[in-house]
């Protein structure tokens, strides 16, 4: 099983930044991809961005230019620089990882984890 935590959420007047940080903890095998998706209130959950274990990003256009994601493969970590927020920023971040886990007879149990979430609120 693998354990994600987030962390680097809060309050934030419109046009700051702020830094989320995920790690991800476990047997693991490789992890395929990253990516940070957010929900507000009353909303569905969408992606924000997401980085393979190569390096290949992907932005939502509502963030692309203000956001940055990257990672840290051999800490089994992940960051998400965002800057220029707006208050339509404002929601609950997730960290989800996907990939293989070391699994029982040289087997490699794909795996999909999310984490508990970070707020964000971006107000003045």
């Known amino acids: 099983q693998v354990h994600i935590v987030e962390s680097g959420g809060g309050l934030v007047q419109p046009g700051g930044s702020l830094r989320l940080s995920c790690t991800a903890s476990?047997?693991?095998?490789?992890?395929?991809?990253m990516g940070w998706y957010r929900q507000a209130p009353g909303k569905q959950r969408e992606l924000v961005a997401t980085?393979?274990?190569?390096?290949?990003?992907n932005y939502a256009d509502s963030v692309k230019g203000r956001f940055t994601i990257s990672r840290d493969n051999a800490k089994n970590m992940m960051a998400l620089e965002m800057n220029s927020l707006k208050p339509e920023d404002t929601a609950v971040y997730y960290c989800?990882?996907?990939?293989?886990?070391?699994?029982?007879?040289?087997?490699?149990?794909?795996?999909?984890?999310w984490g508990q979430g970070t707020q964000v609120t971006v107000s003045s």
């Open positions: 989800n990882a996907q990939g293989m886990i070391v699994g029982a007879f040289g087997r490699k149990p794909d795996f999909n984890s």
């Open positions: 476990g047997v693991i095998f490789s992890i395929s991809v």
């Open positions: 980085i393979t274990k190569y390096g290949t990003t």
